[in-house]
C-alpha cells in the first residue's frame, strides 16, 4: 500500500499549495517581461512549470523590487547561503516544522515499510539556465553518493551503500532502501539532504566519470585538484561556481571563492513557484552578502542599518542590547524566533581517552555529576546571558514531545559540598600545594578545553566555571582556538574536554541525537563508540559497552519504522538511558532568540523555530520577503 502526499494543506502561518491556479494568467517582474519583449527571454508560460507550485504569503502578496541585503563570515560561511537563497529541496519541512510536505517534487509516495520512496516531479520544470529538470538529475546525484569511487564530502544521516535511484520515466523517480528508514524523507528535508537536486547533469556531469571519460581533466582544467574535488564544491555544498544552474528563487551571479567581497544572486527567471495572484516570485530582485572578518564587523552593519533579514553569527544576548537600542536610527525591527537548541553550552568530557588514566576518571559517572554540581548556573545565566535563560541539563526543550525531566534537571543545582563529598568518595582526597586534587595516578587533576574562538559566549562560560571547579580541587585549563584546530584534537582523539551548542531540542532530537548516546562525530564525549556505531572503517572505532550498545540498537530499531508512536517509545527508552548514564553536562536552557528585518520589509515570519535541522528561514519560503511601498 503507498501513502501519497501532495501540498494540498493550509499552514498556520504559511500555505504551500500544489496545483495551478486555474484560468489565471501568471505575471512576471517588470524586469523579467522588458527581457521577454526584447526577445532575450522566452515568454512566461514557457519558463514555469505546467503546474506551479502556489504560496499564500504569510501577511499579504508583495511587490516586486529591491535588495536584500546580509553578511558573511570569513570565505566559508556557506550554511548561511544554503538556509536562504539555497533551500529548495525536493521535499520540504512545513512551517510549524510538524512534517514533511513536498517542495520540488509535486508529490511522493511510500511504501508501508519506508523501503520505496516515488517522487513525481512537475512537468515543464527547469533549471536556471532553462535546461529541462528531470528524473535523470536525481539520479545523476544519488549516483555520485552512492559511487564508491567519490572521495568528497557526503552528508551524515545517509546509508549510502543501501540506497538506489530508479528512472522510472523523465517525471518519475524511484529511490529503493535495502533497509527500512523511517527518517529517510526528514533526512531529505534538511540542509544536507538537498544533494539531490543540486547538481544538475547536463553540466556537472562533466566532472562525472560515469558521465564524462575525461572528467578528471575537465576538474584539473577547471582549477581543481580533481573530479571529486570539482563535484563537491561546484555542485553540491559550496558556491564557487556562478555558472552552475540552480533551482533557487536567485541565481548566483558572484562566485564565493575568497577574491570577491560581495556575493550576489539575481531573480531566477524559471523559478517554479507563483504567489496566489499568479505573480511568478521571488519579489525581491537581488541578494547580497558582504564577507566580513569578523561578527564585529556584522554588529556594525546590522546597527548602521546595512542588514534587511538575517540572524547569522550576530544574534548572540551579548549583542542584544546595542542591537535593541539601534532600531530607529537603522531603520530595523527585531521578530522573536524560537530557539531549539536544548543548551547553550554542552560540556564534554572524553569518555574515550586514549590515555588510561584520564579514560578511567572520566568514566567515574560521580565525578561527571560533582562536576556538574559544582557548576553555578545561575551565575552564568546573570553574568553571561543577562538574567534569560534557565539551569539545564542536555535534555529535549520543555515544549518538545520528547521532554524527559530527570535527564533535564538532574545535577543542575549549585551545590559543592554534595560535589566535594562525590569527589571524596571517588578517594581523591588528597591535594597539592594549589589546592588541586590528586587524580588516581596521582598526579594533579588538570582538564584542558579548547573553545572554538568563533564562539565568544563558550569562553566566557568557561572562565566562571575555571572558577567554580577551583573550590572543589579540579583544575579546568580553559583556552580559545581556531575551530579547525579544535575538530582536529576531536578527530584525532586527542581532547580532554570539548563545548559546544546543545542541538537536538525539538524534533531535530530523531536525527541528530549526538549527546543521547554516540550517535556520530560530534558526539565528542566518545568518539570511538560513535566511530563504531557509524561502522566507517575507522581505526579509532571501538566497541563500546552494553548500556551504549543499547541505545544503539534502539535506534536502529526507531530508523526501521515509519511508525511516528513507535520512534516516539523508542527514542523515550534511549533518553531514560542516558539519564542513567549522565554523558555530558549542560548548562543554560537558552531562551527565545531574535531575527532583524529592515522596518519595510514584508512578510517576515515571528516566532520561527530556529535550528540548524530545520534550517531557518528557509522554510518561511524566503521568496516571499518584500518590500512594502
Same mark, same amino acid.
Given at each position: 500500500m503507498l501513502r501519497t502526499h501532495f501540498t494540498t494543506i493550509s499552514l498556520t502561518a504559511l500555505a504551500a499549495l500544489a496545483g495551478p491556479a486555474l484560468g489565471q494568467d501568471y505575471t512576471q517582474a517588470p524586469a523579467l517581461q522588458a527581457e521577454v519583449d526584447a526577445g532575450n527571454l522566452p515568454p512566461l508560460a514557457e519558463r514555469v512549470p505546467d503546474n506551479p507550485?502556489?504560496?499564500t504569503p504569510i501577511e499579504s502578496v508583495g511587490t516586486y523590487g529591491g535588495v536584500w541585503r546580509s553578511a558573511l563570515k570569513g570565505t566559508y560561511d556557506t550554511g548561511w547561503i544554503r538556509r536562504t537563497v539555497g533551500y529548495q529541496p525536493l521535499v520540504a519541512y512545513d512551517y510549524e516544522w510538524t512534517k514533511v510536505v513536498p517542495n520540488v517534487a509535486e508529490k511522493f509516495e511510500v511504501n508501508e515499510d519506508a523501503t520505496e520512496f516515488t517522487f513525481h516531479l512537475r512537468e515543464g520544470h527547469k533549471w536556471s539556465d532553462g535546461e529541462p529538470f528531470t528524473a535523470e538529475d536525481l539520479k545523476f546525484a544519488l549516483d555520485i553518493m552512492t559511487s564508491p569511487a567519490y572521495a568528497g564530502r557526503k552528508p551524515?544521516? =545517509?546509508?549510502? +551503500? !543501501? /540506497?538506489s535511484g530508479e528512472v522510472i520515466d523523465p517525471l518519475t523517480f524511484k529511490v529503493t532502501l535495502s533497509d527500512p528508514n523511517g527518517l529517510f524523507l526528514e533526512r531529505l528535508a534538511t540542509v544536507e539532504g538537498q544533494f539531490i537536486v543540486n547538481a544538475a547533469k547536463h553540466y556537472c556531469g562533466k566532472y562525472f566519470p560515469d558521465v564524462n571519460p575525461d572528467a578528471n581533466q575537465a576538474a584539473q582544467d577547471a582549477g581543481f585538484d580533481g573530479w571529486s574535488q570539482a563535484i563537491e564544491q561546484s555542485c553540491f555544498f559550496n558556491f564557487v561556481d556562478e555558472d552552475r544552474p540552480l533551482l533557487f528563487a536567485w541565481r548566483q551571479v558572484t562566485p564565493y571563492d575568497g577574491l570577491n567581497q560581495l556575493i550576489e544572486f539575481e531573480r531566477n527567471p524559471y523559478f517554479f513557484k507563483v504567489d496566489t495572484e499568479g505573480q511568478q516570485l521571488p519579489y525581491i530582485d537581488k541578494v547580497q552578502m558582504v564577507q566580513t572578518e569578523n561578527v564585529e564587523d556584522i554588529v556594525l552593519k546590522v546597527v548602521n542599518g +546595512? &542588514?534587511?533579514?538575517?540572524?547569522? %553569527?550576530?544574534?548572540?544576548?551579548?549583542? !542584544?542590547? &546595542? /542591537?535593541? $537600542?539601534?532600531q530607529?536610527?537603522?531603520?530595523?525591527? @527585531? !521578530?522573536?524566533? #524560537? $530557539?531549539a537548541r536544548m543548551n547553550h553550552a554542552i560540556f564534554?568530557?572524553? @569518555? #574515550? %581517552? $586514549?590515555d588510561p588514566e584520564k579514560r578511567k576518571l572520566y568514566n567515574e559517572k560521580d565525578f561527571r555529576v560533582a562536576l556538574s554540581l559544582a557548576m553555578d548556573r545561575e551565575e552564568i545565566i546573570d553574568v553571561v546571558f543577562a538574567g534569560q535563560g534557565e539551569p539545564y541539563q542536555a535534555a529535549p526543550r520543555p515544549s518538545s514531545r520528547f521532554y524527559n525531566e530527570e535527564l533535564a534537571t538532574q545535577f543542575t543545582e549549585y551545590d559543592p559540598d554534595r560535589a566535594n563529598e562525590l569527589l571524596d568518595g571517588l578517594g581523591l582526597t588528597e591535594r597539592n600545594s594549589d589546592g588541586i586534587r590528586l587524580g588516581f595516578d596521582g598526579e594533579p587533576i588538570r582538564i584542558q578545553l579548547f573553545s572554538p574562538s568563533d564562539q565568544v559566549e563558550f569562553n566566557d562560560i568557561a572562565q566562571l566555571i575555571v572558577e567554580h571547579w577551583k573550590e572543589i580541587g579540579i583544575d579546568l585549563d580553559a583556552r580559545n582556538a581556531e575551530r579547525s584546530l579544535v575538530y582536529e584534537r576531536i578527530q584525532n582523539n586527542t581532547h580532554d574536554m570539548h563545548v559546544w551548542w546543545g542541538d537536538g531540542g525539538l524534533a531535530d532530537a530523531l536525527l541528530d541525537p549526538r549527546y543521547y548516546?554516540? =550517535?556520530?562525530? +560530534?558526539?565528542?564525549?566518545? +568518539?570511538?563508540?560513535?566511530?563504531?556505531f557509524m561502522k566507517g572503517g575507522s581505526t579509532l572505532a571501538e566497541e563500546p559497552p552494553a548500556e551504549v550498545r543499547e541505545q544503539m540498537d534502539l535506534y536502529v530499531e526507531l530508523i526501521a519504522t515509519p511508525d511516528r508512536e513507535k520512534q516516539e517509545e523508542l527514542f523515550g527508552e534511549i533518553l531514560d538511558i542516558a539519564a542513567e548514564q549522565f554523558y555530558v553536562m549542560g548548562t543554560v536552557l537558552p531562551a527565545d532568540g531574535y531575527i532583524v528585518a529592515n522596518e519595510n520589509l514584508g512578510n517576515v515570519p515571528d516566532g520561527q523555530i530556529y535550528t540548524w535541522m530545520y534550517p531557518q528561514p528557509g522554510p518561511m519560503e524566503t521568496a516571499q520577503l518584500y518590500y512594502k511601498k
Amino acid at each position: 500500500m503507498l501513502r501519497t502526499h501532495f501540498t494540498t494543506i493550509s499552514l498556520t502561518a504559511l500555505a504551500a499549495l500544489a496545483g495551478p491556479a486555474l484560468g489565471q494568467d501568471y505575471t512576471q517582474a517588470p524586469a523579467l517581461q522588458a527581457e521577454v519583449d526584447a526577445g532575450n527571454l522566452p515568454p512566461l508560460a514557457e519558463r514555469v512549470p505546467d503546474n506551479p507550485m502556489v504560496l499564500t504569503p504569510i501577511e499579504s502578496v508583495g511587490t516586486y523590487g529591491g535588495v536584500w541585503r546580509s553578511a558573511l563570515k570569513g570565505t566559508y560561511d556557506t550554511g548561511w547561503i544554503r538556509r536562504t537563497v539555497g533551500y529548495q529541496p525536493l521535499v520540504a519541512y512545513d512551517y510549524e516544522w510538524t512534517k514533511v510536505v513536498p517542495n520540488v517534487a509535486e508529490k511522493f509516495e511510500v511504501n508501508e515499510d519506508a523501503t520505496e520512496f516515488t517522487f513525481h516531479l512537475r512537468e515543464g520544470h527547469k533549471w536556471s539556465d532553462g535546461e529541462p529538470f528531470t528524473a535523470e538529475d536525481l539520479k545523476f546525484a544519488l549516483d555520485i553518493m552512492t559511487s564508491p569511487a567519490y572521495a568528497g564530502r557526503k552528508p551524515g544521516g =545517509f546509508e549510502w +551503500e !543501501k /540506497i538506489s535511484g530508479e528512472v522510472i520515466d523523465p517525471l518519475t523517480f524511484k529511490v529503493t532502501l535495502s533497509d527500512p528508514n523511517g527518517l529517510f524523507l526528514e533526512r531529505l528535508a534538511t540542509v544536507e539532504g538537498q544533494f539531490i537536486v543540486n547538481a544538475a547533469k547536463h553540466y556537472c556531469g562533466k566532472y562525472f566519470p560515469d558521465v564524462n571519460p575525461d572528467a578528471n581533466q575537465a576538474a584539473q582544467d577547471a582549477g581543481f585538484d580533481g573530479w571529486s574535488q570539482a563535484i563537491e564544491q561546484s555542485c553540491f555544498f559550496n558556491f564557487v561556481d556562478e555558472d552552475r544552474p540552480l533551482l533557487f528563487a536567485w541565481r548566483q551571479v558572484t562566485p564565493y571563492d575568497g577574491l570577491n567581497q560581495l556575493i550576489e544572486f539575481e531573480r531566477n527567471p524559471y523559478f517554479f513557484k507563483v504567489d496566489t495572484e499568479g505573480q511568478q516570485l521571488p519579489y525581491i530582485d537581488k541578494v547580497q552578502m558582504v564577507q566580513t572578518e569578523n561578527v564585529e564587523d556584522i554588529v556594525l552593519k546590522v546597527v548602521n542599518g +546595512e &542588514v534587511d533579514f538575517s540572524n547569522r %553569527h550576530f544574534a548572540t544576548v551579548t549583542n !542584544k542590547p &546595542v /542591537i535593541y $537600542d539601534g532600531q530607529d536610527s537603522g531603520g530595523y525591527t @527585531l !521578530k522573536a524566533t #524560537t $530557539d531549539a537548541r536544548m543548551n547553550h553550552a554542552i560540556f564534554q568530557l572524553n @569518555l #574515550t %581517552h $586514549d590515555d588510561p588514566e584520564k579514560r578511567k576518571l572520566y568514566n567515574e559517572k560521580d565525578f561527571r555529576v560533582a562536576l556538574s554540581l559544582a557548576m553555578d548556573r545561575e551565575e552564568i545565566i546573570d553574568v553571561v546571558f543577562a538574567g534569560q535563560g534557565e539551569p539545564y541539563q542536555a535534555a529535549p526543550r520543555p515544549s518538545s514531545r520528547f521532554y524527559n525531566e530527570e535527564l533535564a534537571t538532574q545535577f543542575t543545582e549549585y551545590d559543592p559540598d554534595r560535589a566535594n563529598e562525590l569527589l571524596d568518595g571517588l578517594g581523591l582526597t588528597e591535594r597539592n600545594s594549589d589546592g588541586i586534587r590528586l587524580g588516581f595516578d596521582g598526579e594533579p587533576i588538570r582538564i584542558q578545553l579548547f573553545s572554538p574562538s568563533d564562539q565568544v559566549e563558550f569562553n566566557d562560560i568557561a572562565q566562571l566555571i575555571v572558577e567554580h571547579w577551583k573550590e572543589i580541587g579540579i583544575d579546568l585549563d580553559a583556552r580559545n582556538a581556531e575551530r579547525s584546530l579544535v575538530y582536529e584534537r576531536i578527530q584525532n582523539n586527542t581532547h580532554d574536554m570539548h563545548v559546544w551548542w546543545g542541538d537536538g531540542g525539538l524534533a531535530d532530537a530523531l536525527l541528530d541525537p549526538r549527546y543521547y548516546f554516540p =550517535f556520530n562525530l +560530534e558526539s565528542a564525549f566518545a +568518539e570511538k563508540w560513535a566511530q563504531w556505531f557509524m561502522k566507517g572503517g575507522s581505526t579509532l572505532a571501538e566497541e563500546p559497552p552494553a548500556e551504549v550498545r543499547e541505545q544503539m540498537d534502539l535506534y536502529v530499531e526507531l530508523i526501521a519504522t515509519p511508525d511516528r508512536e513507535k520512534q516516539e517509545e523508542l527514542f523515550g527508552e534511549i533518553l531514560d538511558i542516558a539519564a542513567e548514564q549522565f554523558y555530558v553536562m549542560g548548562t543554560v536552557l537558552p531562551a527565545d532568540g531574535y531575527i532583524v528585518a529592515n522596518e519595510n520589509l514584508g512578510n517576515v515570519p515571528d516566532g520561527q523555530i530556529y535550528t540548524w535541522m530545520y534550517p531557518q528561514p528557509g522554510p518561511m519560503e524566503t521568496a516571499q520577503l518584500y518590500y512594502k511601498k
